[in-house]
């Protein structure tokens, strides 16, 4: 059974840096497109980046040139690097999967993506 844990969320201010983890289990990682997706307080969710299995990515605009994901195919495990933090960026931030080895059709998508994590908080203060 699939099984994602994000980790690494907290509070930081403006211009800070975080890096979240999500550790995945249950599945063949490398097999998979996975990303991180962001949902803020009465806001649909969002994609953020997504990786697929030959390690292209796509990011959000909003996000370009702050944040970089990436993964670790031998501890099955997705990072997501965020720099230049905005207080825009406030959300709580998951990663998901989806079987499949490209980025098409799944993309930014949330809705494309089957298995999910609890999710863990991204507090930026101004």
């Known amino acids: 059974q699939e099984h994602l844990a994000e980790s690494g969320g907290g509070s930081v201010q403006s211009g800070g840096s975080l890096r979240l983890s999500c550790a995945a289990s249950?599945?063949?990682?490398?097999?998979?497109?996975t990303g991180w997706f962001r949902q803020a307080p009465g806001k649909e969710r969002e994609g953020v980046a997504v990786i697929a299995s030959d390690g292209s990515t796509s990011y959000a605009n909003s996000v370009k040139d702050r944040f970089t994901i990436s993964k670790d195919n031998a501890k099955a495990t997705l990072y997501l690097q965020m720099d230049s933090l905005k207080p825009e960026d406030t959300a709580m931030y998951y990663c998901?999967?989806?079987?499949?080895?490209?980025?098409?059709?799944?993309?930014?998508?949330?809705?494309?993506?089957?298995?999910w994590g609890q999710g863990t908080l991204v507090t930026v203060s101004s």
């Open positions: 249950g599945y063949t990682f490398r097999s998979y497109c």
């Open positions: 998901a999967a989806v079987p499949g080895l490209r980025l098409r059709p799944y993309g930014l998508g949330p809705g494309r993506y089957n298995y």
